[in-house]
């Protein structure tokens, strides 16, 4: 069966893997993967394949789960399906251009559990950035003090030689470096750990951001919400897109000279209102 990326339609890739799957696994049937799906309806595979039903966000993921997809595949049957679903020709614009991206203009490198020291600091993801923006011809204390809180230029020191061992830069033979891959990613075993600690200590960086830096060279800003939990679903699947067209301007883009950190949070301040006790009527 071809790769996900070489399709652009995704009934097209799900029929193909449906009679894959029939070839090579004689239990397989559409009753089979509805119960991976963890849905009832024994049919609801064939139904999306033939046109009579669209994916939700919240499908997507089940489907993803479902057909076992890598992280990469799983942004981009996403987005495959977002595209054919579009009603405007903005929206299809926006999801091919994500399509693309996570086609070939985005080369990742996953990082596994051996390589936790990477997101154990939060200087070594910039240190990867600066140094490969500007020539600083190993002078580490310089490197240290362009970092925004400084760092010690043996801490400095110790990040290049990390970003070196795992092989995330590489040093050309004038002297400058380079990126081995235009993104990061983390599998689970790291996600549970270090970029949990990174993320905190980024957040932290956050909260200071408004006294520290000037207005022009910052954007902080919030939305405080009452939701339900589909629409919960359907906001974090919004801000996965968004990140991947993000990465497509960064990659895109010619002229870095700073490096900056993003930060997206989405968490609760209330309980559920739903499991509170119900007030009797007349209480005081």
């Known amino acids: 069966m071809k790769p996900i990326f070489d399709f652009i339609d995704y ?29 009832n309806s024994p049919s609801f595979l064939k139904h999306v394949i033939d046109g009579k039903r669209n994916l939700t966000t919240k499908m997507i993921d089940r489907f993803s789960h479902a057909l076992d997809l890598s992280v990469k595949e799983s942004r981009y049957f996403r987005n495959l399906v977002l595209f054919n679903q579009a009603k405007t020709a903005g929206e299809k614009q926006e999801h091919y251009a994500v399509l693309r991206s996570v086609i070939g203009m985005v080369k990742e490198t996953v990082l596994g559990a051996d390589q936790y020291d990477y997101f154990s600091t939060w200087y070594t993801p910039v240190i990867r950035e600066m140094i490969c923006l500007r020539d600083f011809n190993n002078d580490y204390r310089a490197i240290a003090a362009t970092l925004k809180p400084p760092i010690l230029p043996s801490e400095a020191k110790a990040a290049v030689a990390l970003l070196l061992r795992l092989k995330l830069v590489e040093r050309q033979a004038e002297g400058k470096y380079r ?106």
Do not use: C, W
């Open 11 to 39: 009934r097209k890739f799900l029929a193909a893997y449906y009679e894959s799957k029939k070839e090579t696994s004689h239990f397989f049937s559409y009753r089979y993967f509805s119960r991976k799906l963890g849905i």
């Open 179 to 284: 990126q081995t891959s235009s993104a990061i990613t983390a599998d689970s075993a790291v996600t549970s750990l270090a970029v949990r600690s990174f993320t905190r200590v980024m957040f932290d960086h956050a909260k200071v951001a408004p006294d520290t830096v000037g207005k022009t060279e910052r954007h902080v800003s919030g939305l405080t919400m009452g939701i339900s939990q589909e629409a919960y679903d359907v906001i974090a699947a919004e801000i996965e897109s968004f990140k991947d067209r993000v990465k497509l301007i960064v990659n895109r883009d010619q002229g870095g000279s700073r490096i900056y950190q993003l930060n997206i949070g989405m968490f609760p301040v209330s309980e559920d209102l739903r499991t509170l006790p119900v007030e009797q009527e007349g209480a005081q």
